[in-house]
């Protein structure tokens, strides 16, 4: 089969949204208030099809987030990715290269490295199998006592109940985290539900998502400013609703709530975000 020339494509969003409890996840650091939000975000993608098999991709992406009145915590954010894969037949085989690039306030902030070989492949007619091995470098230029190296484990299943117009995912994820300093070392168990349907509406698609997230953190070394290890338990509920008004522009509306308990006093706390995005792609 001839090669397929290389395809483009393009998105570019803005929005605002409302978070009650302006934070850094990275750091451990919640503000306990609110504040609005203008986004931006902006994707750009090649994809090359060498054969009816074997696929290459390159995904850059762009994400800013300006807030009201905590400006020093506006944070802006690239991404830089690339992806291969292959189809083996009873199954595809690839893998995917990541950068993280994000920073606080214009100043520099978070560099993440991932890497991720993984197999997919159908079990039966409706279910599908995907297993991923992830390696992670994180660099973080305020606290790099925090910067680790991670190595995890993935496995998703997904029930296709009427295609993609309707299905389900489940997946499990178990992590260990090696910081530079002791006291940030985990080990972590997750887990993750997620239903998607897409119904037609005035002949233009709307599409829905729930999901909800657990995570439990094990900290293997003694947290000093408690005086015993940490642990973290962590719920996310999420909500994405978004309508094709043209073939080309959608809005969106979003929403969720998160739950995080822990034993360490800054990592404790509930949060809900909400907000609207208007989106165009060609």
């Given at each position: 089969?001839?090669?397929?020339?290389?395809?483009?494509?393009?998105?570019?969003?803005?929005?605002?949204?409302?978070?009650?409890?302006?934070?850094?996840?990275?750091?451990d650091a919640s503000s306990s208030q609110g504040d609005y939000?203008?986004?931006?975000?902006?994707?750009?993608?090649?994809?090359?099809?060498?054969?009816?098999?074997?696929?290459?991709?390159?995904?850059?992406?762009?994400?800013?987030t300006s807030y009201h009145e905590f400006s020093n915590l506006?944070?802006?954010?690239?991404?830089?990715?690339?992806?291969?894969?292959?189809?083996?037949?009873?199954?595809?085989?690839?893998?995917?290269?990541?950068?993280?690039?994000?920073?606080?306030?214009?100043?520099?902030?978070?560099?993440?490295?991932?890497?991720?070989?993984?197999?997919?492949?159908?079990?039966?007619?409706?279910?599908?199998?995907?297993?991923?091995?992830?390696?992670?470098?994180?660099?973080?230029?305020?606290?790099?006592?925090?910067?680790?190296?991670?190595?995890?484990?993935?496995?998703?299943?997904?029930?296709?109940?009427?295609?993609?117009?309707?299905?389900?995912?489940?997946?499990?994820?178990?992590?260990?985290?090696?910081?530079?300093?002791?006291?940030?070392?985990?080990?972590?168990?997750?887990?993750?539900?997620?239903?998607?349907?897409?119904?037609?509406?005035?002949?233009?698609?709307?599409?829905?998502?729930?999901?909800?997230?657990?995570?439990?953190?094990?900290?293997?070394?003694?947290t000093p400013s408690i005086m015993t290890e940490r642990w973290?338990?962590?719920?996310?509920?999420?909500?994405?609703?978004?309508?094709?008004?043209?073939?080309?522009?959608?809005?969106?509306?979003?929403?969720?709530?998160?739950?995080?308990?822990?034993?360490?006093?800054?990592?404790?706390?509930?949060?809900?975000?909400?907000?609207?995005?208007?989106?165009?792609?060609?």
């Open positions: 089969m001839a090669t397929k020339a290389t395809e483009f494509s393009a998105e570019v969003g803005i929005g605002g949204e409302y978070d009650s409890n302006v934070s850094i996840d990275e750091l939000a203008l986004t931006l975000d902006a994707r750009l993608q090649a994809d090359h099809q060498f054969s009816s098999a074997t696929d290459l991709s390159f995904t850059y992406n762009f994400s800013d506006d944070r802006q954010t690239h991404l830089l990715g690339g992806n291969f894969a292959t189809d083996l037949g009873p199954a595809s085989a690839g893998g995917s290269l990541y950068y993280i690039n994000a920073r606080l306030d214009g100043n520099a902030f978070l560099e993440y490295y991932r890497a991720s070989p993984y197999v997919s492949g159908f079990l039966a007619k409706k279910w599908f199998l995907r297993g991923a091995y992830v390696y992670a470098d994180k660099r973080i230029e305020q606290n790099p006592g925090r910067d680790a190296l991670s190595n995890s484990g993935e496995l998703d299943v997904y029930f296709f109940r009427r295609g993609l117009r309707s299905y389900f995912n489940a997946g499990y994820k178990y992590k260990r985290e090696d910081a530079d300093a002791d006291q940030y070392d985990y080990a972590s168990n997750e887990a993750k539900l997620r239903y998607i349907h897409r119904w037609d509406v005035y002949e233009r698609a709307l599409k829905l998502e729930l999901a909800w997230r657990y995570e439990y953190r094990n900290y293997s070394s003694i973290d338990r962590r719920q996310r509920w999420k909500f994405d609703l978004a309508y094709d008004v043209t073939p080309r522009a959608s809005l969106e509306l979003y929403g969720g709530y998160a739950d995080y308990a822990s034993n360490y006093p800054s990592a404790d706390y509930d949060q809900y975000v909400i907000g609207t995005r208007v989106s165009y792609s060609w």
